[in-house]
């Protein structure tokens, strides 16, 4: 797994928490996954599911009743990324301010992320070693 010792891989703000509490409940769920897949025009997308288990594999987060999952390939990708939950006039959703993003398409819904060996030497700089 890629982290830093006592920092949480990603960070809730309140909204995000609060929206994924409610979910989770309405739902039955036992959080949200979020992981990252190939597409849109910049590259990359995010995912985003409610799942019923929780894979051994995942580093979770839990927040004021809010439970992330991050999938395994997603990880050094999402690491330092902080979710929101915006509510606007035309829509709503959740928006990921992610340090790790070289370059986003003007719709916002695809990224680019920064090569592996920079994100890798960037978490090393951070942990001290």
């Known amino acids: 797994m890629f982290g830093i010792p006592g920092k949480q891989a990603v960070t809730l703000t309140d ?70 939950y915006e509510v606007g006039l035309l829509e709503s959703g959740f928006r990921f301010r992610n340090p790790n993003v070289a370059d986003a398409c003007g719709c916002g819904e695809s990224i680019k992320f920064k090569d592996v060996d920079e994100l890798q030497a960037e978490q090393a700089a951070q942990s001290g070693n």
């Open 15 to 84: 909204a995000a928490t609060s929206q994924i509490a409610r979910l989770m409940t309405e739902g039955g769920s036992q959080g949200l996954r979020i992981g990252v897949k190939k597409g849109g025009c910049a590259g990359m997308e995010y995912t985003m599911d409610y799942v019923a288990e929780i894979d051994p594999n995942d580093e979770v987060v839990e927040q004021d009743g809010a439970r992330v999952m991050i999938a395994p390939m997603a990880q050094m990708f999402l690491f330092g990324t902080e979710i929101d």
